[in-house]
């Protein structure tokens, strides 16, 4: 049996991956390490508990005496758990370096005293800064954060390739574009303009809202971690992407012809601070090399995307709450 500890698996990105896990592997015992932070949320995985192939411990990956306890009998680790809103870091980037770069640091020394044969670190495109026109960000691409959150993603990705050529630990390192999906937390753009326009309210679009950024379901990505786990090598970066880019005033567009709402929603609003203009992967590597490819057309993992929402009204009244709604308001005079 292989156990997997998974940090950050009551996030987004990481309850999907675990949820994956066990449905596709009978082999694999799945650890979810997560220190239930606003975006953490055990109703994320209500449907594999009591699978006698999972276990949740509450803990912070900053705590070593919590990582190594957690730590015991693991052959593998995914590290998900990441502070991970650009706006959030802009405001108090303290809590990203804390757990991005310290947290990493400590899950990698812990990992490196129990003989942990493989280790996957999630990251995301936004440390390879920001794009023109043309173009796309392949592996080799230089490393060019823009935010505090990108910069404390890209310090993290340099100190795991640091563990791996200094002492020899098996990791691999992902990078990813946007994601969406079933259980967004609703502060990134998708889930909170559906729930917003769900309750015919205003959604916020910074500048021109001409940003462009690749999306891709989140279970195209968990499927790309999970390769990358099992087949990529040691020393390596790879980069996975849905193939479509969209602007973000056309993704608003989209949204508000699929649930029947007035363009009179859109709240123009001022542009994030060094707000990067365009992100677009290259994913031929991970294609090459893993065998991986993105599987969900956008539009048909948008429409399910948005009848998830519709269908679990009591989830998103359940997590109001947390702290989002008052930071949106603040943000923007109102959601």
């Not at 990134?188 to 891709?216: A, C, E, H, S």
């Not at 608003?252 to 859109?266: A, M, N, R, W």
Request: with cysteine.
């Amino acid at each position: 049996m292989t156990t997997v500890l998974v940090t950050g698996g009551c996030g987004f990105i990481g309850s999907n991956f675990v949820r994956h896990l066990l449905a596709t592997d009978p082999a694999v015992h799945v650890v979810n390490f997560d220190a239930l932070t606003y975006a953490g949320n055990l109703a994320n995985l209500t449907d594999v508990e009591g699978n006698p192939r999972y276990t949740f411990v509450k803990g912070d990956v900053t705590d070593r005496d919590a990582v190594r306890a957690a730590m015991k009998g693991v052959t593998d680790v995914i590290h998900f758990a990441a502070e991970s809103h650009v706006d959030r870091s802009i405001q108090d980037s303290g809590p990203f370096l804390k757990t991005n770069v310290i947290g990493t640091q400590v899950l990698l020394d812990a990992a490196r005293e129990f003989g942990v044969k493989k280790y996957v670190q999630v990251s995301t495109d936004e440390v390879y800064g920001s794009l023109g026109d043309t173009g796309l960000f392949t592996e080799e691409t230089p490393l060019h954060p823009n935010s505090p959150y990108s910069a404390s993603k890209a310090a993290a990705d340099l100190l795991v390739q640091a563990y791996q050529h200094t002492f020899g630990l098996h990791a691999v390192v992902t990078r990813c574009s946007n994601n969406y999906g079933p259980f967004q937390f609703p502060e990134k753009l998708i889930p909170l303009f559906v729930t917003n326009l769900l309750n015919d309210q205003q959604v916020p679009v910074y500048g021109d809202g001409m940003q462009v950024r690749d999306w891709i379901h989140v279970l195209d990505h968990c499927r790309g971690v999970e390769a990358a786990w099992r087949s990529g090598k040691s020393g390596e970066v790879y980069n996975f992407g849905g193939k479509c880019e969209k602007a973000n005033l056309h993704l608003t567009h989209l949204l508000l012809d699929l649930l029947g709402k007035p363009k009179s929603l859109i709240k123009y609003v001022a542009d994030r601070p060094g707000h990067d203009r365009r992100y677009a992967i290259d994913c031929t590597k991970a294609e090459r090399e893993l065998g991986w490819q993105p599987l969900v057309p956008f539009e048909t993992g948008l429409r399910e995307t948005i009848e998830w929402y519709q269908a679990n009204a009591a989830w998103i009244a359940a997590i109001k709450n947390k702290d989002y709604l008052a930071y949106y308001e603040k943000q923007y005079g109102g959601r």
